[in-house]
């Protein structure tokens, strides 16, 4: 039983942030998941602070709020003009070092760290159980991750066209009356949900990972948003059992290899997709040149 909750946890992250990660992608932003998994540190020492408590909630709203804070810092700046990599990386360092210092300065001597309070491990996921009225209804992350789904998919089938063209054309979008920022705010306060949902559980390799390796090879696969968001979650969730069983073959963490598992799929995209594969293009510009040649050589 353990086995298919492993398998399903993954499949449901990988969902979650396959669909949110394209528009990353087409955005240019897909590290932003990684800026919000590494900001969050102060949200949660302020959390423990004031709860005095280590317990999963307080630190899941500590790190849920300031994860909104850094996709709206990262969107001030680059609307002040800093390239959105550039806003990333100042945004995400300089949390993640106020972070450093609260729990340098306030929690000496409790264990209080990223790796005990954030990055979880997928292997847990069956034995950390919710009791409603005395019955176990199953792990606290397969609920977590499929309530940020659900959120995901609600909100992204309500207003797909809206964010279809706030992605490829913000200008367009602005011109017919589309409120273009508050589409951005609503997709960053996904991708914050999604991650902090997400990691607490299953780590943030995992997280950070599915945002952005999927998306980039459903990418390279196809030229339709629709079929690039399937793609991403078929290949997510396919990564979720391939990983899985490749960790259980050579006793490995699942979510370094479930990740592996993405980005060989990735290379395979990159080499043999068919309109952006290194090989069939080179195979093209063959044929093409073979074509001309014996063209000329007939003339």
Same mark, same amino acid.
């Given at each position: 039983?353990?086995?298919?909750?492993?398998?399903?946890?993954?499949? *449901?992250?990988?969902?979650?942030c396959?669909i949110?990660?394209?528009?990353?992608?087409?955005?240019?932003?897909?590290?932003?998941?990684?800026?919000?998994?590494?900001?969050?540190?102060?949200?949660?020492?302020?959390?423990?602070?004031?709860?005095?408590?280590?317990?999963?909630?307080?630190?899941?709203?500590g790190?849920?709020?300031?994860?909104?804070?850094t996709?709206?810092?990262?969107?001030?700046?680059?609307?002040?003009?800093?390239?959105?990599?550039?806003?990333?990386?100042?945004?995400?360092?300089? *949390?993640?070092?106020?972070?450093?210092? *609260?729990?340098?300065?306030?929690?000496?001597?409790?264990d209080?760290?990223? =790796?005990?309070?954030?990055?979880?491990?997928?292997?847990?996921?069956?034995? @950390?159980?919710?009791?409603?009225?005395?019955?176990?209804?199953?792990?606290?992350?397969?609920?977590?991750?499929?309530?940020?789904?659900?959120?995901?998919?609600?909100?992204?089938?309500?207003?797909?066209?809206?964010?279809?063209?706030?992605?490829? =054309?913000?200008?367009?979008?602005?011109?017919?009356?589309?409120?273009?920022?508050?589409?951005?705010?609503?997709?960053?306060? *996904?991708?914050?949900?999604?991650?902090?949902?997400?990691?607490?559980?299953?780590?943030?390799?995992?997280?950070?990972?599915?945002?952005v390796?999927?998306?980039?090879?459903?990418?390279?696969?196809?030229?339709?948003?629709?079929?690039?968001?399937?793609?991403?979650?078929?290949?997510?969730?396919?990564?979720?059992?391939?990983?899985?069983y490749?960790?259980?073959?050579? =006793?490995?963490?699942?979510?370094?290899?479930?990740i592996?598992?993405?980005?060989?799929?990735?290379?395979?995209?990159?080499?043999?997709?068919?309109?952006?594969?290194?090989?069939?293009?080179?195979?093209?510009l063959?044929?093409l040149?073979?074509? @001309?040649?014996?063209?000329?050589?007939?003339?």
């Amino acid at each position: 039983m353990s086995t298919f909750w492993i398998i399903l946890t993954g499949a *449901l992250v990988a969902s979650t942030c396959g669909i949110v990660g394209c528009f990353l992608v087409l955005r240019k932003m897909a590290m932003i998941g990684d800026a919000v998994s590494h900001s969050v540190l102060p949200g949660i020492v302020i959390a423990f602070l004031i709860s005095g408590s280590r317990d999963s909630l307080f630190m899941m709203l500590g790190a849920a709020a300031v994860g909104l804070i850094t996709v709206f810092l990262i969107q001030l700046f680059h609307q002040s003009g800093v390239q959105s990599d550039a806003a990333i990386g100042v945004v995400f360092t300089a *949390l993640f070092a106020v972070g450093v210092v *609260l729990v340098s300065v306030y929690t000496r001597d409790i264990d209080l760290d990223l =790796d005990c309070v954030l990055y979880g491990e997928i292997a847990y996921v069956p034995w @950390n159980t919710i009791q409603f009225y005395g019955l176990d209804i199953g792990p606290k992350a397969v609920w977590g991750v499929g309530f940020a789904l659900l959120l995901t998919i609600i909100l992204i089938t309500a207003f797909y066209k809206q964010f279809k063209i706030c992605s490829f =054309d913000p200008a367009m979008a602005a011109a017919v009356g589309i409120p273009v920022v508050l589409f951005h705010y609503i997709l960053m306060g *996904l991708v914050s949900i999604s991650t902090v949902a997400s990691f607490e559980s299953v780590g943030a390799i995992l997280v950070v990972g599915m945002l952005v390796i999927p998306p980039a090879t459903a990418y390279l696969l196809t030229e339709k948003l629709s079929r690039m968001i399937l793609y991403s979650v078929i290949i997510g969730c396919s990564c979720s059992v391939m990983g899985y069983y490749i960790a259980l073959v050579l =006793d490995a963490s699942i979510a370094g290899s479930m990740i592996s598992a993405a980005g060989f799929l990735f290379l395979l995209a990159l080499l043999f997709s068919p309109t952006h594969g290194i090989v069939v293009r080179k195979f093209r510009l063959k044929r093409l040149i073979s074509g @001309n040649f014996s063209d000329t050589t007939s003339a």
